[in-house]
């Protein structure tokens, strides 16, 4: 009997926590009656559909305070790891624990790589920090585990640079997690205006500026098209700056936070997405827009080809010229854009494109 444990007491929401039921699912999946597998959660009711699959202990406290975060995982997991012996300690939030067994960690954040100027300090102080901060809980007992499990090549090869480390691409079972029945087929009447849509919450590196400039320079020219954008002006100070800058652009729609229904609905309405981000783990938003079979334009950055694959209705973007993106936008409007060739990354092994290999190889490690 081998035990294992399965550790992400700081995740309720959102991806990290479709992370977590992917890693379940998956080993639920394979039906090994040698595995004696304990997960630890932040409420029961999280993988609720699990309850009978596994051992599910809850810590409601963990996500309290970052004082309570550091106790768990420098001091609470070693006296766990001493008392149950587990074989092989899964650790699905970034930080490394301290555990007496062999290890892997799963790393979903990438801030520590990104490339800041001090400006951010006043912009987005929140964002600095949380770089800052991350690039530092990284480092401690990193090179304990067995692997670090990261979801693109490019990621890997910061983290194995930067940390002399051993790493696994696994890539997100995001189709698992989209409601296709939200993707509509049926033949629209052409639109008065030309539709961009840009969901991303206001973080510096998501990169508005270069996306608002480029729309206020197309707007001298035209005023056939709208911009939406997922903010309101008052998420943060980056957020109010971007507001008091670009509110008064016409074609501008700071349309605020959305359900994740509601993105899918202006997917459906919307006529190209476009990215301009600087850093990502993966770019979700590009993943779901090509479901749609509409064009998208994207940062020309590392994570942007990896995600994109081989997607014929792609432009990359250089993120940082404003007047080169506008020009992509008026060209698309008039249908005239060229698209890039761009071809599939296969990352190098150990890989997975799922999690049910991705498990099957984390138990032989054991």
């Known amino acids: 009997m081998k035990r294992i444990v399965i550790s992400a007491v700081n995740f309720n929401e959102g991806g990290p926590l479709s992370v977590l039921k992917d890693c379940l699912k998956a080993f639920k999946n394979i039906n090994n009656q040698d595995l004696d597998i304990t997960v630890f959660v ?3 009711y999280l993988v609720q559909e699990y309850i009978n699959d596994f051992k599910i202990v809850e810590y409601p406290l963990i996500k309290k305070s970052w004082f309570k975060r550091i106790y768990f995982e420098y001091y609470q997991c070693k006296k766990i790891s001493e008392e149950i012996a587990p074989d092989l300690w899964i650790a699905l939030h970034d930080m490394t624990p301290n555990v007496t067994c062999k290890q892997v960690v799963y790393c979903h954040n990438p801030s520590p790589f990104y490339k800041f100027k001090f400006n951010i300090l006043f912009t987005d102080p929140t964002f600095f920090l949380f770089c800052l901060f991350y690039n530092f809980l990284y480092r401690i007992n990193i090179q304990k585990n067995k692997y ?3 979801q693109q090549q490019w990621l890997r090869k910061q983290f194995e ?6 790493t696994i691409v696994a890539y997100p079972d995001f189709l698992e997690h989209i409601q296709l029945q939200t993707i509509k087929k049926e033949i629209k009447s052409p639109k008065s205006k030309y539709i961009f849509f840009y969901p991303a919450f206001p973080r510096v590196a998501k990169n508005f500026e270069t996306l608002l400039q480029a729309a206020k320079i197309l707007a001298f020219k035209r005023h056939d098209f709208e911009l939406l954008i997922t903010i309101n002006g008052t998420e943060n100070k980056y957020a109010q700056k971007l507001f008091a800058d670009y509110k008064d652009i016409e074609q501008v729609k700071f349309i605020g936070v959305k359900t994740r229904n509601e ?6 309405d919307a006529n190209c997405l476009i990215f301009p981000s600087k850093l990502e783990t993966w770019g979700l938003p590009i993943s779901e827009f090509k479901l749609f079979n509409k064009p998208i334009l994207v940062s020309d950055m590392n994570y942007a080809h990896e995600t994109a694959g081989n997607y014929q209705l792609v432009k990359f973007f250089d993120p940082d010229d404003a007047q080169q993106l506008s020009n992509y936008m008026e060209l ?11 071809l599939q990354i296969v990352p190098d092994a150990p890989f997975f494109n799922n999690w049910d290999g991705l498990v099957k190889f984390l138990i032989k490690q054991t």
């Open 42 to 44: 932040h409420k029961t």
């Open 148 to 150: 670090l499990i990261v």
């Open 161 to 166: 640079h930067r940390y002399n480390v051993k």
């Open 263 to 268: 993105v899918f609905d202006i997917y459906n």
């Open 332 to 342: 698309i409007i008039d249908n005239k854009l060229s698209f890039d060739v761009n």
